[in-house]
């Protein structure tokens, strides 16, 4: 259930800010309203931090080349701040100077590419002469264009060695500016010069990597220090959200109605003065604190991954949508082999991590799902030799089976019966969502539940429509015209009531999307047949697993070994395939349609009380 928020303003003497805000961070209740940024200095610090460590991420010890040689990385202790300002300097300075110096090897490199064409010279040699008055300038200029220039008799040329198929000259002067040729600018260092130069930085930047490799090993150090630095920049921020006059100080939130008391206690014992009240009902940054119970809460993961939260006033549906999930889950894998390799599979992570949390028993919930559909349809790897055992074979429902040759039915009433199955799961999941509308609108006196009862006649019809149009089903049409006649009269006579509205406010503004009502009408028939994916996709999970068998089947003798190798990347791409398929089909249906006929638009503000954290938020 969505918590009951309390708008709560603490005030105190302008003296016992500091106060107020250390006890409000310990209580760790209040979430703040209207946040603003905290000092620039505290995020710098936290920004460099956090840099500085993932840079020296490159210089830490690799764990697995260790292994191998036999060797251990003893944990280093946690430096006190002192220490680590010190070593944090170093660190950052070698950083510095490492680009720094990166920077000067590329430029040394750069210009004896440049000057490596003209040979190794001392370019002092050359100015030594400019100084006497020997103005030399060299250059580069194809063969007519030297001939004429050296021809010339006002001009004074010596011809060098040719450079890339140009001859190069030097000039006593600058060659007029006519002539076309390429002036070569003479080097402050000689080629030797330069590379020695580059050994130097290359030995200074040795003992920076040295001085990184030793900073490195104190990761567990920066993790205290950034844990540190953002706790002052969330306080921080609470300072500057504060708001004050000449005498007094306060600051604004919101807070579970059950941690009323809680907060009451603390008030007392600090001598705050604090006011309580009902959240306004135009407040939009009213923030969403989910109670989840032990089966509602293994679907937490899900949203936390998808990163989805209700809004304040909207309803919680995690416990349909864990239910509803778990079942994709398992029709769209489909196969109950599969489903055995995620059981393994988690219980070989649980067995690493030891501890179960809610991933862990989330992912158990889900392989024995799979594992269940895929007793009850008889697939098994996609093996059709499975239905050869009897034990397999007796947890088959016939009309459900992947095989219904075994079982005197035929392929057409099978997938009959499976795109049935998708269709009602789908229309019983709409008309829970619909319900859900109805069950949150009459407590608000909005009259508007009477539209989504129209939606749930129009769900019931277009779950009919279907089962006539897709499967055949011998159903009478114009009951089915009648209802969804009903139904769009109803959502366009009390589709724009709302509590602030009067009856014939409503009315006017539900005839005027009478045309809107009319496109969500097609679409609703849209969304009941949506559904059919979950039979679409398993059927295309096990035409894929069937023919990477039949291929390994084709290999016999020694090549038999190729075949297991087709087998086990087949499996594998396809389980990979089956997962995607999840997130893409599986999620839309419960975060989509469902949440859309429940008229969730997934638009909370998580409950983020201001708080001391024990570990770094991301």
């Not at 005030?11 to 107020?20: A, D, F, I, L, Q």
């Not at 010596?158 to 080097?187: N, Q």
């Not at 921020?237 to 008391?261: C, H, K, Q």
Request: proline share 4%; net charge neutral.
């Amino acid at each position: 259930m969505i918590e009951k928020m309390k708008q709560v303003c603490v005030v105190s003497s302008v003296s016992g800010k500091e106060k107020m805000l250390e006890g409000l961070r310990e209580l760790g209740l209040l979430h703040l309203a209207e946040k603003k940024a905290p000092k620039r200095v505290t995020v710098e610090r936290f920004q460099n931090l956090s840099k500085t460590a993932q840079a020296l991420l490159d210089y830490a010890p690799n764990k697995k080349e260790m292994k191998k040689k036999g060797k251990k990385q003893e944990p280093m202790p946690v430096l006190d701040n002192e220490s680590f300002e010190k070593m944090y300097e170093e660190a950052s300075s070698a950083l510095e100077r490492k680009a720094s110096l990166a920077q000067e090897i590329n430029a040394a490199n750069a210009e004896i590419e440049r000057v490596r064409v003209w040979g190794d010279f001392e370019p002092g040699e050359v100015k030594a002469l400019k100084a006497e008055g020997i103005d030399f300038h060299f250059y580069r200029l194809g063969k007519n264009e030297a001939d004429r220039v050296m021809a010339d008799p006002e001009l004074r040329v010596i011809k060098l060695a040719d450079i890339d198929k140009m001859t190069a000259v030097a000039s006593i002067g600058k060659l007029p500016p006519e002539i076309p040729a390429a002036e070569f600018s003479i080097p402050e260092k000689s080629i030797t010069q330069l590379q020695k130069d580059i050994d130097n930085y290359r030995a200074d930047i040795a003992e920076c990597e040295q001085i990184l490799r030793k900073a490195a090993l104190y990761d567990a150090s920066f993790q205290a220090q950034m844990l540190r630095a953002q706790n002052a920049e969330n306080y921080s921020a609470a300072g500057e959200t504060a708001e004050s006059d000449e005498n007094f100080v306060w600051i604004r939130g919101y807070m579970p109605e059950a941690d009323l008391e809680t907060f009451r206690t603390a008030a007392a014992a600090n001598g705050w003065a604090w006011a309580a009240e009902d959240v306004d009902e135009d407040d939009q940054q009213v923030p969403t604190k989910v109670r989840y119970n032990k089966v509602s809460g293994l679907i937490k993961p899900v949203f936390d991954i998808l990163g989805i939260l209700p809004g304040y006033r909207e309803s919680d549906i995690s416990l349909w949508f864990f239910l509803f999930f778990t079942l994709f889950f398992a029709m769209i894998i489909g196969d109950g082999g599969y489903g055995v390799l995620i059981l393994l599979g988690t219980i070989g992570l649980a067995a690493k991590m030891k501890k179960f949390n809610n991933i862990i028993f989330l992912l158990l919930v889900l392989s024995i799902a799979t594992i269940i559909w895929g007793a009850i349809t008889g697939t098994w790897f996609g093996l059709e030799s499975a239905m050869n055992v009897p034990f397999l074979k007796a947890m088959v429902i016939p009309s459900f089976a992947n095989y219904p040759e075994y079982f005197g039915v035929t392929a057409l009433a099978q997938q009959s019966t499976i795109m049935k199955f998708s269709f009602s799961i789908g229309a019983i999941q709409m008309a829970i969502g619909s319900l859900i509308a109805v069950k949150k609108k009459i407590p608000e006196k909005n009259l508007s539940w009477v539209a989504d009862i129209g939606w749930l006649i129009a769900i019931v019809a277009m779950y009919l429509l279907s089962l006539n149009l897709v499967i055949g089903e011998s159903i009478s049409l114009v009951p089915v015209f009648i209802l969804i006649g009903a139904a769009f009269l109803l959502v366009v006579l009390f589709g724009g009531m709302s509590p602030e509205k009067t009856f014939g406010q409503g009315l006017k503004s539900g005839v005027a999307d009478a045309f809107t009502v009319f496109l969500n009408t097609i679409s609703c028939f849209g969304n009941v047949m949506s559904y059919i994916r979950l039979f679409a996709v398993g059927m295309a999970g096990l035409a894929i697993s069937q023919s990477f068998n039949g291929i390994a089947a084709g290999f016999s003798g020694p090549l038999i070994v190729l075949g297991v190798i087709v087998v086990i990347i087949g499996h594998t791409l396809n389980i990979v395939m089956c997962f995607l398929s999840v997130v893409v089909h599986g999620v839309r249906l419960n975060v989509l349609e469902f949440s859309g006929q429940a008229g969730l638009e997934w638009t909370g503000i998580e409950y983020e009380p201001f708080k001391e954290n024990k570990k770094i938020v991301k």
